[in-house]
C-alpha cells in the first residue's frame, strides 16, 4: 500500500519544506515518546510502594508533570513550522519507541532504572532532532530542544541518585 503524502499546512514560514518535515518527524516520534513516557511515569507514581513511598510518589509527580508541560510546546513548535502532529492514543502508539510497562507489579528500584533509562533515550533522540533543526537552521526549534534536553537530563539525574539507597 503506498504512504498517502503528508500534507503541509499553510502556515508562513521561511524554513525549507522538506528539511522542516524531517524535523517534524523527529519532533512527533519525541512527542509520542513523552507521551509514552508521562504515562509511565503516572503509572509508577500510582503504583509505587515500599518505605521510600512517599519521596518516589512525589518525584514520580513532579516529573509526570514536567514531561506533560512539554507535549503541548513540541506539537505547537511542530505546527509553527506547517506540519501536522499527533491525532491520537494509535498515533502515539505507531510513533513512539519507548516500551510500556504493564507489570501489575514493580519494584521501586526497578522503575527508577526503567524511566532513567527512558529518559537518557528521550535525549538521545532530542540530541539527533537537535542537529536536525541546526542543519534546517530552524532556531527556534533548536533553542527549544535544548530546554527538554537540559530537563530530561535532571531527571535522568534524579532517578540515577534516588536510585543509590533503593
Same mark, same amino acid.
Given at each position: 500500500?503506498?504512504? !498517502?503524502p503528508?500534507? *503541509?499546512? &499553510?502556515t508562513?514560514t521561511?524554513?525549507? !519544506?522538506n528539511?522542516?518535515?524531517?524535523?517534524?518527524d523527529a519532533?512527533?516520534?519525541?512527542l509520542?515518546d513523552?507521551f509514552a513516557?508521562?504515562?509511565?511515569? &503516572?503509572?509508577?507514581h500510582?503504583?509505587v510502594?515500599?518505605?521510600?513511598?512517599r519521596?518516589?510518589?512525589?518525584?514520580f509527580?513532579?516529573q509526570?508533570?514536567? %514531561?506533560?508541560a512539554t507535549?503541548?510546546?513540541?506539537?505547537?513548535? %511542530?505546527?509553527?513550522?506547517g506540519?501536522t502532529?499527533?491525532? #491520537? %492514543?494509535g498515533?502515539? #502508539?505507531?510513533h513512539?519507541?519507548?516500551?510500556d510497562n504493564?507489570?501489575?507489579?514493580? *519494584?521501586?528500584?526497578?522503575?527508577l532504572?526503567e524511566?532513567?533509562?527512558?529518559?537518557?533515550k528521550? %535525549?538521545?533522540?532530542l *540530541?539527533?532532532?537537535k542537529?536536525l533543526a541546526?542543519? !534546517? &537552521?530552524?532556531?527556534?526549534?533548536?533553542?527549544v530542544?535544548d530546554d527538554?534536553t537540559?530537563?530530561?537530563?535532571?531527571?535522568?539525574?534524579f532517578?540515577?541518585e534516588?536510585a543509590?539507597?533503593?
Open positions: 500500500m503506498a504512504k !498517502t503528508k500534507k *503541509r499546512l &499553510k508562513p521561511d524554513l525549507p !519544506t528539511a522542516v518535515a524531517s524535523v517534524a519532533l512527533n516520534g519525541i509520542a513523552s513516557l508521562y504515562f509511565k511515569t &503516572k503509572n509508577f500510582w503504583h510502594s515500599g518505605p521510600h513511598f519521596d518516589y510518589h512525589l518525584l509527580d513532579d509526570a508533570t514536567q %514531561i506533560f507535549t503541548d510546546l513540541i506539537a505547537e513548535r %511542530i505546527r509553527k513550522t506540519n502532529t499527533l491525532r #491520537s %492514543i498515533d502515539v #502508539s505507531r513512539q519507541t519507548l516500551k504493564n507489570a501489575e507489579m514493580v *519494584r521501586p528500584a526497578a522503575m532504572a524511566l532513567r533509562d527512558d529518559n537518557l528521550l %535525549i538521545e533522540a *540530541r539527533i532532532a542537529d541546526d542543519q !534546517t &537552521k530552524d532556531n527556534a526549534t533548536s533553542a530542544i527538554w537540559d530537563q530530561a537530563e535532571q531527571r535522568a539525574w532517578l540515577f534516588a543509590q539507597n533503593a
